[in-house]
T-cell receptor
């Protein structure tokens, strides 16, 4: 296992289009997180899963955003009707199901909405 | 809710200077505390962590002590190197999620 993998690494889309990102966590990890990071800011929490259950969603996650983790393994983050303000780095992380467990991050997917 | 506040950057130091990056947190329970580092062009990596009060995390010459009485987890290094130039993020985690500070960009000049 080589760590958390995210695809694609870069995505350029036209405003109004839908995009979907994929995250493959470290296989033993049952927690999976999605974050959004804009230039000069720290990662902003979007949502997290414990196995296949989505346990928390940030108010940042508008109804245009949806995330799934259907079998408790990989996860997808979909953004519908993209807007220019959605341009950011989308980060995925995974961890064991312990409060003190560190999160391991993927390289991220950079989304540019034109 | 839980939150993390970091000192604003950027921070520019000369090689071998002493580094402190302040971090304070707000949490309802007893979180674990972390420092992550992001080198140019790379993803976030764990630098060090502490899981309970008075614990000291250390790695690569960096240290931070979990201070419950001041709700702080300041990052320190006695002698920085050019290779330490990166963005540093303080974070906390409880049983629900992990929250990050805004990050502090450190530039070390030779």
């Amino acid at each position: 296992d080589t760590g958390v993998s995210q695809n694609p690494r870069h995505k350029i889309t036209k405003r109004g289009q839908n995009v979907t990102f994929r995250c493959d966590p470290i296989s033993e990890h049952n927690r999976l997180y999605w974050y959004r990071q804009t230039l000069g800011q720290g990662p902003e929490f979007l949502t997290y899963f414990q196995n296949e259950a989505q346990l928390e969603k940030s108010r940042l996650l508008s109804d245009r955003f949806s995330a799934e983790r259907p079998k408790g393994s990989f996860s997808t983050l979909e953004i519908q009707r993209t807007e220019q303000g959605d341009s950011a780095m989308y980060l995925c992380a995974s961890s064991f199901d312990l409060g003190q467990a560190e999160a391991f991050f993927g390289q991220g997917t950079r989304l540019t909405v034109v | 809710g839980n939150s993390v506040t970091q000192m604003e950057g950027p921070v520019t130091l000369s090689e071998e200077a002493f580094l402190t990056i302040n971090c304070t947190y707000t949490a309802t329970g007893y979180p674990s505390l972390f420092w992550y580092v992001q080198y140019p062009g790379e993803g976030l990596q764990l630098l060090l962590k502490a899981t309970k009060a008075d614990d000291k995390g250390s790695n690569k010459g960096f240290e931070a002590t979990y201070r419950k009485e001041t709700t702080s987890f300041h990052l320190e290094k006695g002698s920085v190197q050019v290779s330490d130039s990166a963005v540093y993020f303080c974070a906390l985690s409880d049983n629900n999620d992990m929250r990050f500070g805004a990050g502090t960009r450190l530039t070390v000049k030779p």
